[in-house]
């Protein structure tokens, strides 16, 4: 884990299974996660989103820190749970479908939130798409 300067308002928290970080609604858990989501592996503006793994049925802001924190292999969302809250907006803690995720225009429908183009270009770590 690198040392890095707190932005003003962030308090980075690391969280390891069976935990989850109780400072969000919904069962997450991540390395040095700050309040947006953001975590030791994807840190910047646009990285606020968190994404369900099937395997933990819990949400982690990216695929390596559910390597860093976990065991075993990762198991994709799939297909026929597309429409079930999969993806979290760490700007205003909406979740959304993989479905709406992977509609919506690299932003949040419900707060306009810009997101990392990059994430849904990899989509296929954390979905089952066209399987
Ligand atoms: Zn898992
Ligand atoms: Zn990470
Ligand atoms: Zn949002």
Redesign the pocket.
């Known amino acids: 884990m690198t040392d890095r300067t707190d932005r003003n308002d962030t308090c980075r928290r690391t969280t390891a299974p069976p935990n989850a970080d109780d400072r969000f609604s919904v069962p997450l858990r991540g390395v040095a996660v700050d309040h947006a989501t953001r975590c030791d592996h994807y840190d910047s503006d646009l990285d606020v989103v968190a994404i369900r793994?099937a395997?933990?049925d819990c949400f982690y802001p990216c695929f390596r820190c559910?390597e860093a924190l976990?065991d075993?292999d990762?198991?994709r969302i799939s297909p026929d749970r597309f429409d079930r809250p999969a993806v979290r907006c760490g700007v205003c803690g909406a979740t959304l479908s993989v479905d709406a995720y992977l509609d919506c225009d690299d932003s949040c429908p419900d707060c306009g939130a810009a997101f990392n183009p990059g994430c849904r270009r990899h989509r296929d770590r954390y979905f089952a798409v066209g399987e």
């Open positions: 793994f395997c933990c559910h976990t075993h990762a198991e």
